[in-house]
């Protein structure tokens, strides 16, 4: 075998793993990008009342909103979070409220 078909079979294998660390770099960062406040759930309703329960079933609450331009963070009623990526609040439900969720009281902020 020749030097240059060998160089040239490293060379090739070189890129290819540089192909391959670079596709796995984006696809870390897609995971990584999932597991942000959207996949934060804050739909556990076991410690509410059962009425309080029902309320947030009444209302039509989601813990990610399918309305355009429509989410908890923007909404009047919406309590904010302690924390960036934590669950907040809301004057109307009782329980957590995703900053992402939505609900049919949902209310623009003034
Ligand atoms: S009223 Fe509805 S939309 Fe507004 S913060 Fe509460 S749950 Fe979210």
């Given at each position: 075998m020749?030097d240059?078909?060998?160089?040239s079979?490293?060379?090739f294998?070189g890129k ?27 739909n ?6 059962p009425a ?10 989601v813990d ?8 908890c963070?923007?909404?009047q009623l ?21 900053p ?10 003034a």
């Open positions: 020749s240059s078909i060998v160089t079979r490293r060379s294998l290819s793993l540089a192909v391959l660390a670079a596709g796995g770099a984006v696809a870390a960062c897609g995971k990584k990008e999932s597991a942000g406040p959207k996949s934060l759930a804050c556990d309703t076991s410690s509410l009342a309080d329960a029902q309320m947030r079933t009444t209302l039509g609450y990610v909103s399918v309305q355009q331009g429509k989410a963070s923007g909404c919406y309590k904010a979070a302690p924390a960036e990526g934590q669950c907040g609040g809301c004057a109307v439900l009782k329980g957590t409220v995703n992402n969720g939505y609900c049919n009281s949902w209310t623009p902020k």
